[in-house]
């Protein structure tokens, strides 16, 4: 009796850890690359800008995207982030597949793009999917679990069977339609093989009025929730994704991608963790806690490390956002390790900026990042100044309510998030030779 019970056991341990290893095979596994709003690739880019304009308005939209977040705001996604990102993917909608440019926003809980018949449509430069050509396409009724779920769905019973939504933005702009059903098909950029996901929620728009610029059709939100693109892939990538950012404003500009799945995990030798809180005003963003920051030796302690995080991260927001007294004294110990004569600031809402002769070397101290758990984030030169004119450097950091980890801070840095196990990983590296 005690050697089958012994054999029971063994066979269940056995079964168990086979379906552990087949689950783990089953992951999907795939990068897509990801287009900067000011790449020629882009349906943003205008020739005719030059190269230190693009810089400025990215700053611009920067702030702009920052100061909502400054207000005060429960974030219910009847009002969230203004539309404007730094990001676009490709992707795939319907079966036939109909290719779609959506804007990549980091804090928003679902999918959605503009659907024919349109009572109000942006202008696109691309053609309007058509729901009706879709064979995979369904819509939702209005008792499945995903209508009732989602803080953005809805339903009119006496007017209508199916489930719609709406989403309102911070800049006023809006889009609403139908809460649907189809197959997102992704193309893995290092394989050029096509990913299907059939059965995803998507939001197909027959109303969007406001700001979204005609270039994109919608957006993919990216942000912690059960409907955004990486909510609904969990089931098949583990819930594991990654990016890691180019330099955007120096050099040859090199494809920025992103990463999911086994390809999503940050496990390489020398990068840091730290856990993601979850936010309870902003549970879509990706908070953590920031400790510290140092300029080499000299450390600046961050005001509060509270339950709630004190900092998120975002590839959407240009420049870094800190407290008052954090930035203040960022700024001083600038002043202090920079030798280089301080000028004027070309672009408003940056404060310190210092001259430069084209050609020649100068020192910028490296700064420190320093997060709950131990972990310390090298940030360079790259990631703390920007060239704003040819003989003008800036600090890429300004004062702000709310604390954002930007993108020019995250260049050059593997950005690796676990919404499984709640973690969020740096790793310092060559991201232009990153694939």
């Known amino acids: 009796m005690t050697m089958l019970l012994r054999y029971s056991s063994f066979l269940i341990v056995f079964v168990f850890l086979q379906h552990i290893s087949f689950s783990k095979a089953l992951k999907s596994s795939f990068s897509v690359e990801m287009i900067h709003r000011d790449s020629p690739k882009s349906p943003y880019y205008r020739p005719n800008e030059t190269h230190f304009q693009r810089v400025e308005n990215a700053i611009l939209r920067s702030i702009h995207r920052a100061n909502y977040f400054n ?13 404007s990102g730094e990001f676009l993917v490709n992707y795939s909608v319907g079966t036939p597949p109909f290719h779609i440019l959506g804007i990549v926003h980091t804090g928003s809980r679902f999918i ?17 999917f058509d729901p009706s050509t879709s064979s995979t396409y369904s819509s939702m009724p209005c008792v499945a679990a995903e209508c009732l779920s989602s803080e953005n769905a809805f339903c009119d019973f006496n007017n209508r069977k199916h489930c719609a939504y709406k989403v309102s933005y911070g800049d006023g702009s809006t889009s609403e339609g139908d809460f649907s059903w189809d197959t997102i098909t992704l193309n893995s950029s290092l394989e050029d093989v096509p990913v299907a996901f059939p059965q995803t929620v998507i939001g197909c728009g027959h109303n969007n009025v ?226």
């Open 71 to 83: 207000l005060d705001s429960n974030d219910v996604e009847s009002t969230i982030t203004p539309i």
């Open 112 to 128: 959605w793009m503009q659907c024919q018949p349109c009572k109000n449509c942006y202008k696109e430069d691309r053609p309007i």
């Open 210 to 435: 406001g700001t979204f610029g005609g270039q994109g059709s919608g957006v993919v939100g990216l942000g912690n929730s059960p409907f955004s693109l990486i909510g609904q892939l969990k089931p098949k990538t583990g819930g594991t994704f990654s990016y890691c950012l180019t330099p955007m404003y120096e050099g040859d500009r090199k494809p920025s991608y992103l990463h999911f799945g086994d390809r999503g995990e940050v496990t390489i030798e020398g990068a840091v963790s730290t856990p993601l809180i979850i936010n309870k005003a902003r549970p879509t963003k990706y908070y953590v806690v920031m400790e510290a920051i140092s300029v080499e030796s000299k450390r600046i302690e961050f005001p509060r490390n509270g339950e709630d995080g004190n900092i998120f991260i975002d590839s959407g927001t240009t420049v870094t956002c800190l407290p008052d007294e954090v930035y203040s004294s960022l700024e001083g110990e600038m002043v202090n390790a920079v030798n280089l004569p301080r000028t004027d600031s070309p672009v408003k809402s940056l404060k310190l900026c210092f001259g430069i002769t084209p050609g020649e070397e100068y020192h910028i101290p490296t700064v420190y990042a320093h997060f709950k758990g131990g972990g310390t984030v090298e940030l360079h030169s790259i990631n703390t100044f920007v060239k704003v004119r040819e003989t003008i450097i800036c600090l890429a950091f300004r004062s702000c309510k709310q604390a954002i980890f930007g993108n020019l801070a995250q260049q050059d840095i593997l950005v690796g998030y676990d919404i499984q196990e709640n973690t969020i990983k740096f790793l310092n590296t060559d991201c232009s030779s990153e694939l």
